[in-house]
């Protein structure tokens, strides 16, 4: 049973194109995020949801939209998507906005913009 | 503002020898918790370990286990026997005890060599 599952797993698609990645937990987990991991490694946050509402906007491009149809959904929606996008978009959920006990994270998408 | 330095961008270890993997962070919060996640070449994100600010004990999970110094804000890993397994990305992760979101170190990539 996969905890926090997204789909797909890679994506390779044009500039300016419009791509969705979708992102499910099937914990019962109140609160789902958005990581990027660049090139580098580095893991910023982009959003967080709790039951439905967003909590975290971080500086992303307006381009950027989640959605969050239940609390067990998250997708990311991104319009016109540039060369710099190209990373690795993790999906993650915990319980209640507390963190004390971590994330659980899925396992990512790699998305390549050409 | 949290940060979080992981100083070693790349190690190396024999297999079934003992490997330490440095953090520090810098805050003026009291209460908090630090992690150890691991990413392998499989690209998931796995919890390893995790250790709450207010308890002296440093925690242990089977091979793997923490050195955490509070004063001087630092907080190593020890991973005890390497397996090849252990070959992987690891994050330092820090959040406050009322926060919402992690901060994450830049990673170390840990390589166990036969």
């Known amino acids: 049973d996969t905890a926090v599952s997204q789909t797909p797993k890679y994506l390779v698609t044009q500039m300016g194109n419009d791509k969705s990645i979708k992102c499910e937990q099937n914990l019962g987990h109140d609160t789902m995020y958005w990581y990027k991991q660049d090139s580098k490694k580095f893991l910023k946050i982009m959003f967080s949801y709790n039951n439905k509402e967003l909590i975290i906007n971080e500086t992303v491009p307006n381009r950027f939209s989640p959605k969050s149809p239940d609390k067990a959904h998250l997708n990311l929606h991104i319009n016109s998507l540039e060369l710099g996008d190209s990373a690795v978009y993790f999906c993650?959920?915990?319980?209640?906005?507390?963190?004390?006990?971590?994330?659980?994270f899925g396992s990512g998408t790699r998305l390549t913009v050409v | 503002a949290q940060t979080v330095t992981q100083s070693q961008p790349e190690m190396s270890v024999q297999e079934a020898e003992t490997v330490t993997l440095s953090c520090t962070y810098d805050?003026?919060?009291?209460?908090?918790?630090l992690f150890w996640y691991k990413q392998p070449p499989s690209r998931q994100m796995i919890l390893v370990i995790r250790q709450e600010a207010y308890k002296q004990q440093n925690a242990t999970e089977n091979r793997f286990s923490v050195n955490f110094q509070k004063a001087a804000k630092s907080f190593s890993l020890k991973i005890s026997d390497s397996q090849l397994g252990d070959t992987a990305m690891y994050f330092c992760a820090f959040i406050k005890n009322t926060g919402n979101q992690f901060y994450f170190g830049t990673g170390t990539s840990l390589t166990v060599i036969p």
């Open positions: 993650a959920s915990s319980q209640g906005e507390g963190l004390s006990y971590g994330y659980t």
């Open positions: 805050t003026s919060e009291n209460n908090y918790y």
